[in-house]
């Protein structure tokens, strides 16, 4: 009798439990059906591979009112700086200048040259400069920034930039071939930005 | 239990009385009895060959208990910068979904494999799914192009599948993994092998004993602007705004080329990983089975000796009681 009871209780914890892993990545699997579905056609005895969307959080949808927050994800390649981080305003240095990202801006997919990337979160102002890289704007308040390389402002020493600037100038002025010319003019793109980024 | 044990040694000898014990035979491939020097008439048995096999099956036993250790410690410097690369692929596959069934005309196939071996069955899983993906991709007008990262797969690839073999790259992890490595391969990549769609192909690390092979796929500017127009997954591309005085394909290049270099960084360091977490998987098992190994030659051993020891009990005895009556 006792085993029974045991079996009984069993199921129907065994059935909670795999009925709380189906939750996890609800809309992922939808997308990826037909892949696995032509994938069992032509290839019946290999499992179908994984692709990203099933190792990734469902993004929220678009709200139909404004939200006071914008979402920011601002990621490097060796860490991520901020993940799903709440914050009112960032101000991204865009290839057309610095643009301004508030909760509710319409969707937009910017490059970014190297400049000053900076987050607001109440009073708070933190400033990084970032080599480059892409910015998303999505419907629903998230901002997606990629970068190759960011440092926060204090960390950048102004002597080896000046330094930098002038070797670069010079490099310029001695360059011969196109290749050597594009090098040179984007070592002073990129220094010229850091020494106003430590001014400005 | 020590008398049990007496009487299991004495039920296993029983049959071992005669001349040429058989155990003697059975555990020597070669030809038994190499004679050593002692007084006439009297036959030694020779241990030597199973002590051989000991000692070179502890050396291997030692050997892949070093490899595993050395493995976990690899494994532990690169996950924690595996783990950090992961967000760096997830806001291109929010802005641009994942499109793994694509129908397109020139498909690359990027396989990612490691340069050492002994790593379980993680290289030849991912050469699997490539030709999976060949096969999948197969039709009239369509071509599919390898790209080989890595000694494993090339091997294996270039035994059936060379002509499709674009472009060959080894020795990536010879130096520590950087993402300027990765880039500089990603654009040697990118200027030599045309492509309608990239499907990278690497095994992604799960945990230390689970590994999971993923195809990534990044679509062309071309096929981007076709599928945006086209409708469906990628069609509220159209409502994103392109900030920038550069035209729309050319932001379109720029992200592709970008999206690909991201991704293979981090499908590098995840593979980096699986392969460093399969070796210390295998090399466990490989010095679990030479345990077991030694504990059978062992016993072998000890048997073979005390039936040395019962055969030469038994002449002198037999000597002495033939002497007396």
């Given at each position: 009798m006792l085993r029974r009871a045991s079996g009984l209780l069993a199921r129907p914890i065994l059935s909670a439990r795999a009925r709380s892993?189906?939750?996890?990545?609800?809309?992922?699997?939808?997308a990826d059906e037909t892949f696995?579905?032509?994938?069992?056609?032509?290839?019946?005895?290999?499992?179908?591979?994984?692709?990203?969307?099933?190792?990734?959080?469902?993004?929220?949808?678009?709200?139909?009112?404004?939200?006071?927050?914008?979402?920011?994800?601002?990621?490097?390649?060796?860490?991520?700086?901020?993940?799903?981080?709440?914050?009112?305003?960032?101000?991204?240095?865009?290839?057309?200048?610095?643009?301004?990202?508030?909760?509710?801006?319409?969707?937009?997919?910017?490059?970014?040259?190297?400049?000053?990337?900076?987050?607001?979160?109440?009073?708070?102002?933190?400033?990084?400069?970032?080599?480059?890289?892409?910015?998303?704007?999505?419907?629903?308040?998230?901002?997606?920034?990629?970068?190759?390389?960011?440092?926060?402002?204090?960390?950048?020493?102004?002597?080896?930039?000046?330094?930098?600037?002038?070797?670069?100038?010079?490099?310029?002025?001695?360059?011969?071939?196109?290749?050597e010319k594009a090098e040179a003019q984007i070592g002073i793109d990129v220094h010229s930005a850091l020494n106003s980024a430590l001014t400005g | 239990m020590a008398m049990a044990a007496f009487r299991r040694e004495g039920r296993r000898l029983a049959p071992l009385i005669s001349p040429r014990p058989?155990?003697?035979?059975?555990?020597?491939?070669?030809?038994?009895?190499?004679?050593?020097?002692?007084?006439?008439?009297?036959?030694?048995?020779?241990?030597?060959?199973?002590?051989?096999?000991?000692?070179?099956?502890?050396?291997?036993?030692?050997?892949?208990?070093?490899?595993?250790?050395?493995?976990?410690?690899?494994?532990?410097?690169?996950?924690?910068?595996?783990?950090?690369?992961?967000?760096?692929?997830?806001?291109?596959?929010?802005?641009?979904?994942?499109?793994?069934?694509?129908?397109?005309?020139?498909?690359v196939i990027v396989t990612i494999s490691s340069d050492k071996g002994l790593c379980g069955g993680i290289n030849s899983t991912s050469v699997k799914i490539s030709k999976a993906l060949h096969k999948l991709n197969s039709g009239p007008e369509k071509e599919n192009?390898?790209?080989?990262?890595?000694?494993?797969?090339?091997?294996?690839?270039?035994?059936?599948?060379?002509?499709?073999?674009?472009?060959?790259?080894?020795?990536?992890?010879?130096?520590?993994?950087?993402?300027s490595q990765v880039s500089v391969v990603a654009d040697d990549i990118l200027k030599n092998v045309e492509f309608d769609a990239l499907r990278i192909v690497f095994n992604k690390f799960h945990s230390v004993v689970s590994f999971l092979p993923t195809v990534s796929t990044i679509l062309s500017p071309e096929v981007v602007e076709r599928e945006a127009e086209a409708g469906g997954k990628l069609g509220d591309l159209d409502s994103y705004e392109i900030e920038g005085g550069e035209t729309k394909s050319e932001i379109l290049q720029n992200l592709a080329e970008f999206q690909f270099s991201c991704v293979m960084f981090n499908a590098v360091l995840e593979n980096a990983c699986s392969e460093q977490g399969a070796r210390m998987s295998a090399m466990d098992s490989s010095s679990r089975n030479a345990g077991d190994m030694l504990d059978r030659l062992t016993l072998t051993y000890n048997r073979t000796r005390q039936a040395s020891i019962t055969t030469e009990l038994i002449e002198i005895i037999s000597g002495a009681s033939a002497l007396e009556g």
């Amino acid at each position: 009798m006792l085993r029974r009871a045991s079996g009984l209780l069993a199921r129907p914890i065994l059935s909670a439990r795999a009925r709380s892993f189906a939750t996890d990545l609800p809309a992922a699997q939808t997308a990826d059906e037909t892949f696995v579905k032509t994938w069992k056609k032509v290839i019946p005895n290999i499992d179908p591979p994984k692709t990203p969307l099933s190792f990734m959080q469902p993004r929220p949808p678009t709200p139909s009112s404004i939200p006071s927050k914008l979402t920011v994800n601002f990621v490097l390649p060796y860490a991520s700086e901020l993940s799903t981080k709440e914050v009112d305003m960032v101000i991204v240095p865009a290839t057309t200048g610095q643009m301004g990202v508030l909760p509710g801006h319409v969707a937009t997919i910017s490059e970014l040259k190297p400049g000053v990337l900076s987050v607001h979160e109440g009073n708070e102002v933190i400033k990084y400069f970032v080599s480059g890289g892409f910015a998303f704007v999505h419907a629903n308040s998230v901002a997606d920034i990629i970068a190759v390389e960011a440092v926060p402002l204090d960390r950048i020493d102004a002597s080896l930039v000046q330094k930098g600037l002038a070797e670069f100038t010079q490099k310029l002025s001695s360059a011969t071939t196109d290749l050597e010319k594009a090098e040179a003019q984007i070592g002073i793109d990129v220094h010229s930005a850091l020494n106003s980024a430590l001014t400005g | 239990m020590a008398m049990a044990a007496f009487r299991r040694e004495g039920r296993r000898l029983a049959p071992l009385i005669s001349p040429r014990p058989i155990t003697a035979v059975r555990s020597s491939p070669l030809p038994p009895t190499h004679e050593d020097e002692g007084p006439i008439g009297v036959r030694y048995i020779s241990t030597q060959v199973v002590r051989n096999r000991m000692k070179s099956v502890k050396n291997i036993q030692k050997i892949t208990k070093a490899m595993k250790m050395v493995a976990a410690s690899k494994l532990r410097a690169i996950q924690s910068r595996a783990e950090n690369s992961r967000g760096l692929w997830q806001p291109f596959t929010a802005l641009l979904g994942d499109n793994p069934s694509i129908d397109v005309k020139k498909s690359v196939i990027v396989t990612i494999s490691s340069d050492k071996g002994l790593c379980g069955g993680i290289n030849s899983t991912s050469v699997k799914i490539s030709k999976a993906l060949h096969k999948l991709n197969s039709g009239p007008e369509k071509e599919n192009k390898y790209v080989v990262l890595g000694e494993k797969a090339k091997a294996q690839l270039v035994r059936d599948s060379k002509k499709d073999i674009e472009l060959i790259i080894t020795e990536l992890q010879k130096n520590p993994l950087s993402y300027s490595q990765v880039s500089v391969v990603a654009d040697d990549i990118l200027k030599n092998v045309e492509f309608d769609a990239l499907r990278i192909v690497f095994n992604k690390f799960h945990s230390v004993v689970s590994f999971l092979p993923t195809v990534s796929t990044i679509l062309s500017p071309e096929v981007v602007e076709r599928e945006a127009e086209a409708g469906g997954k990628l069609g509220d591309l159209d409502s994103y705004e392109i900030e920038g005085g550069e035209t729309k394909s050319e932001i379109l290049q720029n992200l592709a080329e970008f999206q690909f270099s991201c991704v293979m960084f981090n499908a590098v360091l995840e593979n980096a990983c699986s392969e460093q977490g399969a070796r210390m998987s295998a090399m466990d098992s490989s010095s679990r089975n030479a345990g077991d190994m030694l504990d059978r030659l062992t016993l072998t051993y000890n048997r073979t000796r005390q039936a040395s020891i019962t055969t030469e009990l038994i002449e002198i005895i037999s000597g002495a009681s033939a002497l007396e009556g």
